[in-house]
């Protein structure tokens, strides 16, 4: 990508997304993969059991696998019964259609978690979300086994800029940070060899909020578009 400042990339990855230009037509987001025949608390559930397995495995096939297994078997988007659910069943059918990289973990974290909506929750995943502040809410969703930094504040993304939630502290919330936006990060010039060494994700988390601000663009909007072409690039 030609071009000099993490503004300039930032205009140009979320107009070329707005427009679906380039690799943009034909790809989408986490977003995107939820189903549109689900109810909103459905959905909700979707977000919360699928972005926790998000790790070490392509998206798409996660995401796609993810549609048929719950539009097949419904049930599972309820955590009264995910969370009575037999754990070898799970697993099995995480490794079948989500091609899961750790099926047993995958189950585990289903069981547990939909334990812990029950017990904490309501068995509302909108009520952790239920918080004045974003970083109340991510306070929240760290408790949960699996949501790390990169998968609690994907699940978050996700949630938000799906059911639209206003929270007033929004910036302060770090975007998702991976291997791949660390790499790109240093390719482009904007970290040196250290940073990227030591995976500074809080450094490349400013540069992209600053140059967000800068272009007036919600950084919500850009992780979409990076999340994007990181993967495709």
Known sequence: MKTKTPEQIVKKLVADFR??????QNKINVEDWVPDWANRQE???FLFLVTVLDYGMRSTTLYQGAN??????????????????DEKRLAKLSLQFLHARFPNEAAK??????QKLLAEFNGDVFEIFNKPAALEVLKNIYQFRGFGKKTGDLFFRSMVNTFKLPYPDIN??????????????????????EDYNREDRQKVDQIWKIACQKAKVSWLEFDRAFWIWEVYN
């Open 19 to 24: 427009a679906r230009k380039g690799v943009f």
């Open 43 to 45: 959905k909700a559930v």
């Open 68 to 85: 048929e297994l719950f539009k097949e078997r419904r049930e599972l988007l309820d955590p009264k019964r995910l969370s009575r659910a």
């Open 109 to 114: 974290r289903w069981v547990v978690n939909s």
């Open 172 to 193: 302060k919330v770090p975007m998702p940070i991976d291997r791949h936006k660390l790499r790109l990060t240093y390719e482009w010039g904007f970290i040196n060899k």
